[in-house]
Structure formats: structure tokens, C-alpha cells
């Protein structure tokens, strides 16, 4: 049985290989990056044989180890994986349930994943070739080691088919892991500026040795504290890591009979009583679809994901700067304009989120201005609510309150102004985006230099219609306090002027390429 989950195995890898020209274009150049760098990795760790100090090799093999195992671990949970060999879908065979986890874990051995792994835990153990018995630990650590990154892959994408199987809970999860990831790119930064020649070190080793005694580290720490002269905390740990693998085992073969017996949830319908928003709004074609994009901002996946993603990017902006030696005071002054100038951003494309629904607009004759204004009211009410509170928290936490006309009228002429631009851009160039339902995290079925070009003009004319009230700003901050006033005047006025003409023109675009507008939205 075991035989013949690994032919199916080996027929399922095989099989993507019978897809269109460019798919297995694309999969075989995947393949030979992963490839690649596990080759390096390897080269890599053949070369640190020759390194003297094995305490500081050791060290950065088990960082590197651990951090190995949580990625097997924590991709299929968070990001989802298309797991071909889940076990439920052998429920109808009558296997065994023991036989059927050894031969999923077996099969499980199949894989680029798995081979780049191999092939870097065989570069380990050339790393540990110094003796005989480093060798013979390394050649007992390295299957340990592969074992615990396969077994924990296993569960974690079983729980993640058992916990993630609607689309909404995927969706969430994988906004959880880009938050992860995103939220991590400081902690990146500030590794990058420690002084590893003179306390790196130090700091490496406490959390080598920190690692090194949990699951997560102790099969990569067991030839290097051989090699090291560490033998009796080498045993331990080879104790640890196996023990480890056993419990892993116990997991997964309980997972397995737990899946077998475990139908497939189904997603929840909700329902909705009431008008929501379209009996809070004015009555109207605007207010019509006002209501709309108000309910797509707080319903649609690919709304909020993006949302979601504007409060992290200035923390991305001012910890980098932070660490260089910005000054505080500068750096209160990013958050509320980044902030406004992304949201403003967001609108540059609106029209294209509604794909073939746009018809609506089209058929009914809805006025170009109204269906400009109407789109415009989730980012507005926003913005407005970004500007005041977040503008009166900066000043307060500065304790400079002279500082307040200058970041109302930046941040104002930011959001409005990337309103005004966006109402023009998303009638004339509206370019393909992820359909309804999808995946916030797929790839746009198409793409073209159009994309860069409407992104690359909405930003930076954003910032070109904001530049006056920057000048002024920093001619209050720098030179004189009265600049201030005239930093808040030049940012509310070319705010609006470019909000009023760009809903205008965006308007007269929209009745004029009413037609185009919907055969894109059908081609895309």
C-alpha cells in the first residue's frame, strides 16, 4: 500500500508537467531557482568544514535549522497549500489508519520541497565530517532533522485543510501571514544593524544555545556540540530531537484517523436583514452607490486586505529611519500624510474591482459625476477621519501644537488629491485586477505597462498637488512658524481644486468611454 501512494505520488508531480507551454515554462524555472539555492546552500555548508571555530558554526547552523523548521511549519497553515494527498480523500479505500499515515509521510518525501531539504542536510553532515563520531552523529541528527520538517509540514497542512476549508478563513489567514511577514521586516532591520563583529557574536550564540534545546534546533546542535567537545549535551539533544520525531509521529497517525472520520465544513451563509447601507444614505444614483462601495469596503476581501495593509506600511518607514538616527520629531510628522497619500492611492483603480457588475452603471445611464462622487465616499469619510484624529494625536504626542495647520493641510492635500487623480484614471485606464471572489493574494489575469503607468501617476501626481504645502511645512518647521498657515491654506485649496476638476473630467470620461469601460471589463 505503502508502494502505491508513492506511484501515485510520483504520477501526481508528473502530471504538472502536461499543462500549457508557458505553465511549465513558469514551474521549471520555479524549479531550477529552488534548486539553485539549495545547491548553494549546500556548496555553503561544505565550505564551513574548514572553519576552525565549530562553536560559531555551530551556532549559525542552528538559526538557520530552526528557522528551516518553522517555515515547513508554518506555510501550509498560514498561506494554505493545494494538498493532493490529503488523507480524507482515501476515506472511501478502507486502509488502515496507521498504514495510510506511514505511506502519506512517506510520499511526503517526494517533492522539491524535500529534495532541496535533503540536499541541504547532506551538506550539513560533510559540514561535521571532522571525526568519526561527529560524523556518525551528523549522519543520525540529518534524517532526524528531515523527518521533523516533513512530519510537521503533514500537520500543519492537515489542520490547515481541517481549519481553513471555507474561503473567507483562507482569506484571513493569509492576511495574518503577510501581516507576519510584513510586521517581521523591522525585526530584519534592526538585525542588520547590530554590531555582529563586536556583540553579534554574543548575541548569536544566546540564540543558537536557546534553540538548540528545543524541537526546533536540537537535531541541527548535535554534531556541532560533538565537534565542539560538548558529548554528553550532544546525546541529550540527539534524545530531544528523536523524541521530537516520536511525538510528531503519535500526531500525525492520530491526525490521520481524526481526518477519516472528519467531514468537510461547509461555509456559513449569512443573512442580512435590512437595507444596510442603502437605507442610511441619501436616496439617489449617488448615494445609491455610495451605499455600494461603502459595502464592498467592508465585505469584499480584496477591499480590505489592502486596507488592512495602510496602517503597517509607515511602521515599515519610520523604524528604518528610526534606527539610522532620524529624529522623533520628524518621524511623528510620516504616519497621518503616508497614511493619507496611500488611501487617496487606492481609488486609482476602483472602477475596475466592479468587473462585469459595471454594466449597471452603464445601462441605467447613471451620471458620470454621480457614479465619481459615489465611489468616493468609503475613502473620504476615512480620510477626514485620519486627518483630524490622527493630526490632533501627532501634535499632542510632539507637544508642538504649531505643528497642527501644516499636517491638515499636507495630509489633506495628499487624500484629496489622489481623489481627484483616481477619479480620472479609474474611467480612462482601468487595468485588470483580481475578479470577485477570488483570492486578494492571485495574480491579476493580466498585466501590461498600463498597470505601472496609471500607479506611477497617481502617486507621484499626488505628491506633485502636495509639494507646495510640503515646501511650506518645512519652511515652518526650519525657518519660521507663520509658514504653517500657509502650508494649511495651499493644502486644502489645491486639495479641493484637483478633487473638483479630476471628478469632473473623471465624470465626462466615464459617459464617454462608458462602452469601453465594459468590454475591458469583460476581456479581463
Known amino acids: ?141 540529518a534524517p532526524l532533522a528531515f523527518a521533523t520538517c516533513l512530519l510537521g509540514a503533514r500537520l500543519t497542512a492537515g489542520l490547515g485543510g481541517m481549519l481553513l476549508e471555507t474561503r473567507r478563513s483562507r482569506e484571513v489567514a493569509s492576511v495574518i501571514g503577510v501581516l507576519l511577514v510584513v510586521m517581521a521586516a523591522p525585526l530584519i532591520v534592526a538585525l542588520t544593524t547590530v554590531d555582529w563583529a563586536n556583540s553579534g557574536r554574543r548575541a548569536l550564540g544566546a540564540i543558537a544555545g536557546g534553540l538548540s534545546w528545543t524541537p526546533l534546533g536540537a537535531a541541527f546542535a548535535v554534531p556541532g556540540d560533538a565537534a565542539d567537545g560538548a558529548w554528553g549535551t550532544a546525546i541529550l539533544k540527539l534524545a530531544i530531537a528523536a523524541a521530537t520525531v516520536w511525538f510528531a509521529w503519535m500526531a500525525w497517525e492520530r491526525l490521520v484517523a481524526r481526518m477519516l472520520v472528519t467531514p468537510g465544513r461547509e461555509a456559513s451563509a449569512r443573512s442580512y436583514h435590512g437595507l444596510g447601507w442603502f437605507g442610511r444614505m441619501p436616496h439617489g444614483a449617488t448615494g445609491a452607490i455610495a451605499a455600494r462601495s461603502i459595502t464592498y469596503w467592508f465585505r469584499d476581501a480584496r477591499y480590505w486586505v489592502a486596507l488592512l495593509m495602510i496602517p503597517i506600511t509607515p511602521v515599515l518607514v519610520t523604524v528604518p529611519l528610526g534606527i539610522a538616527g532620524v529624529p522623533a520629531l520628524y518621524l511623528g510628522l510620516i504616519p497621518v500624510p503616508l497614511v493619507c497619500l496611500l488611501l487617496g492611492w487606492s481609488l486609482h483603480n476602483d472602477t475596475a474591482y466592479d468587473s462585469t457588475a459595471v454594466w449597471l452603471h452603464v445601462a441605467s445611464g447613471v451620471r458620470g459625476v454621480a457614479d465619481r462622487v459615489g465611489r468616493l465616499a468609503p475613502v473620504l469619510i476615512s480620510g477626514i477621519l485620519v486627518i483630524g484624529l490622527g493630526s490632533a494625536v501627532t501634535v499632542f504626542v510632539l507637544d508642538d501644537w504649531r505643528l497642527l495647520p501644516s499636517l491638515l493641510g499636507v495630509s489633506t492635500a495628499l487624500l484629496l488629491a489622489g481623489l481627484g487623480l483616481g477619479s480620472i484614471t479609474s474611467a480612462a485606464m482601468p487595468y485588470p485586477v483580481v475578479k470577485p471572489g477570488d483570492s486578494p493574494f492571485q495574480a491579476p489575469q493580466s498585466t501590461g505597462a498600463v498597470t505601472a503607468l496609471v500607479q506611477s501617476f497617481t502617486m507621484f501626481g499626488s505628491l506633485l498637488v502636495a509639494a507646495p504645502a510640503i515646501a511650506f511645512a518645512g519652511l515652518g518647521i526650519f525657518s519660521d512658524p507663520a509658514w504653517h498657515a500657509a502650508s494649511l491654506a495651499a493644502g486644502v485649496g489645491l486639495g479641493v481644486l484637483v478633487l473638483v476638476l479630476g471628478v469632473w473630467a473623471g465624470g465626462n470620461v466615464f459617459q464617454r468611454r462608458g462602452p469601453e469601460i465594459l468590454a475591458a471589463a469583460l476581456r479581463a
Do not use: C, H
Not at 521549471?28 to 539549495?38: C, K, N, T
Not at 549546500?42 to 547552523?61: C, E, K
Not at 494554505?80 to 512517506?106: E, I, K, Q, S, Y
Open 1 to 141: 500500500m505503502v508502494a502505491q501512494l508513492l506511484r501515485l505520488k510520483l504520477r501526481l508531480l508528473g502530471n504538472i508537467f502536461r499543462r500549457s507551454t508557458w505553465q511549465v515554462v513558469g514551474i521549471v524555472v520555479g524549479l531550477i531557482y529552488g534548486l539553485g539555492i539549495a545547491a548553494l546552500l549546500f556548496l555553503i555548508l561544505v565550505g564551513l568544514r574548514g572553519v576552525d571555530d565549530a562553536a560559531l558554526v555551530r551556532d549559525v547552523v542552528v538559526v538557520g535549522g530552526a528557522a528551516t523548521v518553522v517555515g515547513f511549519l508554518l506555510v501550509p497553515l498560514v498561506f494554505g497549500v493545494d494538498d493532493t494527498m490529503d488523507p480524507r480523500r482515501f476515506a472511501l479505500f478502507g486502509m488502515p489508519d496507521r498504514t495510510l499515515a506511514l505511506g502519506l509521510a512517506v510520499a511526503a518525501a517526494i517533492g522539491v520541497p524535500a529534495l532541496a531539504l535533503a540536499l541541504v542536510l547532506t551538506g550539513t553532515v560533510v559540514t561535521w565530517s571532522r571525526g568519526v563520531g561527529e560524523t556518525l552523529l551528523a549522519l543520525l541528527a
